[in-house]
């Protein structure tokens, strides 16, 4: 069964320090997104990458968030340094690209307090 | 820019209460619109793809229906497993990303 997997499920960090979320996109899906949930906003995309090159990261704060990846098989996100407004749920999520409508399959999240 | 607002924000059912949500969105063009579950502490899991307006599809007791500015989820005699919050996206003609609403909690109880 195929599926996003996303590390680490849970984080508890406190403000100030280094938080790097890591995600393995679906095998043979070529575009990867990180969505950032909270009540208050709902689900607001981050950045997303196509074939490894990133397309859009106009929705991260630029002087904190920075999203890579180094490989097919790997997304990276990564807070630096975090703040307690950063507490939220990060989903990576893949797709194929292609075709009409692309569906896109979301991994179990990454669950962030900031203290 | 692309829009999408979901109606009602939660909505309580007895089991067996049909009801619909909504998902009224604007957007430049619709390549698709996307209805997702989401179970609490987990990711959102994929339900249905609308690609033009009266296109209908059905998934046990759910069918989803679109015209050119909303669509709804029909939920038909739901159960308690029914639960969960429910999230519509739309996706633009461009191959952008989706847009998401903020979602429909449904809480069904027995």
């Known amino acids: 069964d195929a599926r996003v997997t996303q590390t680490p499920r849970h984080k508890v960090t406190e403000m100030g320090q280094e938080v790097t979320m890591r995600c393995q996109p679906i095998?043979?899906?070529?575009?990867v997104f990180w969505y950032r949930q909270t009540m208050m906003q709902g689900l607001e995309l981050l950045a997303y990458f196509r074939n490894r090159a990133p397309l859009d990261d106009s929705g991260m704060p630029k002087d904190r968030f920075s999203a890579e990846m180094p490989d097919a098989t790997l997304a990276t996100l990564k807070i630096q340094p975090s703040e307690p407004r950063d507490s939220a749920v990060y989903f990576c999520?893949?797709?194929?690209?292609?075709?009409?409508?692309?569906?896109?399959?979301f991994g179990e999240g990454s669950w962030l307090t900031v203290v | 820019e692309d829009q999408v607002t979901q109606s009602p924000e939660a909505l309580r059912l007895q089991e067996g209460e049909s009801s619909s949500l909504n998902c009224s969105y604007t957007v430049s063009g619709l390549r698709g619109l996307f209805w997702y579950r989401q179970d609490p502490g987990k990711g959102p899991e994929f339900l249905f793809t609308l690609y033009s307006a009266g296109e209908e599809k059905e998934k046990e007791r759910l069918k989803a229906t679109l015209t050119k500015k909303e669509s709804f989820l029909h939920i038909t005699a739901p159960k308690p497993e029914d639960s969960a919050t429910y999230l519509c996206?739309?996706?633009?003609?461009?191959?952008?990303?989706?847009?998401f609403g903020k979602g429909t909690r449904l809480s069904v109880i027995a």
């Open positions: 996206a739309v996706q633009a003609l461009g191959n952008t990303p989706l847009v």
């Open positions: 999520a893949s797709g194929t690209g292609t075709g009409t409508g692309n569906t896109i399959y």
């Open positions: 095998l043979g899906h070529n575009t």
